[in-house]
């Protein structure tokens, strides 16, 4: 099965598309990756939709990601004596604690002391996904005087955000570390990280993934917008989670955020998903707002590697129309032909190593020629996020021994994945790259295709090798190097 289109598309797995019919339906209508939203559902729940997932992987031929997602530490206040809650109205004191006394008018428990430890005078607290905004006045180990500066109604267990301070919270909770033990047995593809603030949240998760998964960090806190540089450098990838990002900071500045997020992750080769209510009234409705559809395209003219559906294909009544609608948006975009232009102008050039040159030559020559595809052979998935990195007009054909890796760069932008046998020769690479040209309708007998790989083989990092092939296996003459 081949995409007609170069950013992928990641539907959640939900009530509303749990059995093989449906993900199956999902997969041929675009979706690339499948997401497990470990906030929601049991592991029994999770894991009878992981093998859902791999049987229709078998049944299609096709490498399917699964990325689950981490819930993350949750911050909530606690109960109310009155179980509709309390209206809180703006210039009002209001204080939060430690004590579990139900809550009223003037006070709440936050079972929280890490937020107490941080909290400074002139500190916001945000609650209801940023609906009531309350000011510290003044604090200490465990309580926080405030004054209401946004009302409305609180009631039991509803979320809090601090988007001023960084919280000496790990990312990982208890929870989260069952989770992604499970998740990595289970055999995920990516781990996605909720709340980072900090590299070091990255780092932990890596060493109890133990390589078992690849690790993707949602930056969704303004204090790993501040760190994103780092943050970045030690992930295999990034999610723009929106929906915590406009809470904590003013809704403008998302949209700028987005694309120097985006254009960091591509510049550094790594894959990045825009996420959060894209096409949100379609949980709903069964076509999307005007306005929905611009977000999407907006985010595929930024050069994104994938676009996430979340409760519209979990729990919406129209998954299926969902991941059609944003298969035909990715479409229509990469068929306009300022969309070109604009990826043309957002390539950032780096030539730091051979591999980037012999990436971008062949993106060159490419683009200057009548080649069909570009083909590259990896052992890890680099060299083909390197080459996907170049954004090219000409497909990319991401070659791999190793289901893992196929797996894992189904999340990048342009790469066909595909498994060819273990290769010792140049020539044998170049025999194999041609085959699945043509028989997965990239090229025919006529044409021609580039062909990458590191020499020795199945060494990381030792791509140094290109060549322009014939798809006519009787014309590849030419001898193996040594």
Not at 300 to 312: P, Q, R
Request: proline share 6%; with cysteine.
């Amino acid at each position: 099965m081949r995409r007609l289109r170069n950013v992928k598309i990641v539907a959640t797995l939900g009530p509303a598309s749990s059995d093989y019919k449906m993900i199956r339906a999902l997969f041929e209508a675009g979706a690339d990756v499948f997401r497990l939203n470990m906030s929601h559902g049991t592991h029994a729940e999770q894991a009878a939709r992981h093998t859902i997932i791999r049987q229709v992987e078998a049944d299609t031929g096709r490498p399917i990601a699964i990325l689950a997602d981490l819930q993350g530490p949750k911050l909530r206040v606690g109960v109310f004596a009155n179980p509709a809650g309390e209206t809180l109205v703006e210039g009002a004191a209001f204080r939060m604690d430690l004590s579990s006394t139900p809550g009223d008018a003037a006070r709440v428990q936050l079972p929280h002391p890490e937020i107490f430890a941080a909290l400074e005078p002139g500190a916001s607290l945000l609650v209801n996904d940023g609906k009531i905004r309350v000011r510290v006045k003044d604090c200490g180990k465990d309580y926080a005087n405030c004054v209401v500066e946004v009302g409305g109604v609180i009631s039991n267990r509803k979320g809090v955000n601090v988007p001023d301070v960084v919280l000496p919270l790990a990312a990982l909770s208890a929870k989260d570390r069952e989770d992604l033990e499970f998740a990595c047995e289970l055999g995920v593809d990516w781990l996605a990280l909720s709340f980072v603030q900090r590299p070091e949240d990255v780092i932990e998760a890596r060493v109890l993934a133990r390589g078992r998964a690849a690790i993707l960090s949602k930056i969704e806190k303004p204090a790993a917008v501040k760190a994103y540089d780092a943050i970045l450098a030690v992930s295999d990838g990034i999610m723009v989670a929106r929906g915590d990002l406009g809470v904590e900071l003013p809704v403008t500045s998302v949209p700028p955020i987005q694309k120097r997020l985006v254009r960091g992750a591509r510049a550094a080769a790594k894959p990045v998903i825009v996420a959060t209510q894209m096409l949100e009234s379609m949980i709903e409705a069964p076509v999307p707002t005007r306005a929905e559809v611009s977000d999407v395209a907006t985010a595929i003219y930024e050069g994104a590697d994938a676009v996430m559906l979340s409760a519209e294909s979990a729990a919406g009544k129209y998954p299926i129309e969902a991941v059609t609608t944003m298969n035909n948006v990715a479409m229509s975009v990469e068929k306009d032909p300022t969309y070109r232009q604009v990826i043309e102008a957002s390539r950032q050039v780096r030539r730091e190593t051979i591999a980037d040159g012999i990436v971008a030559a062949a993106r060159e020559i490419a683009e200057a020629t009548n080649i069909k595809a570009i083909a590259c052979f990896s052992q890890t998935g680099t060299t083909a996020s390197l080459v996907a990195r170049e954004r090219p007009q000409v497909p990319i054909l991401a070659l791999t021994p190793l289901m893992s890796t196929a797996r894992r760069m189904s999340l990048t932008w342009g790469l066909h994945c595909a498994i060819t046998p273990p290769q010792d020769r140049f020539k044998g690479a170049v025999l194999a790259a041609v085959k699945v040209a043509r028989e997965d309708g990239f090229a025919s007998s006529e044409d021609m295709i580039v062909v990458t790989a590191g020499v020795p083989f199945n060494v990381k990092g030792t791509t140094n090798i290109l060549r322009v092939a014939p798809c006519d296996e009787r014309l590849i003459s030419f001898s193996e190097p040594e």
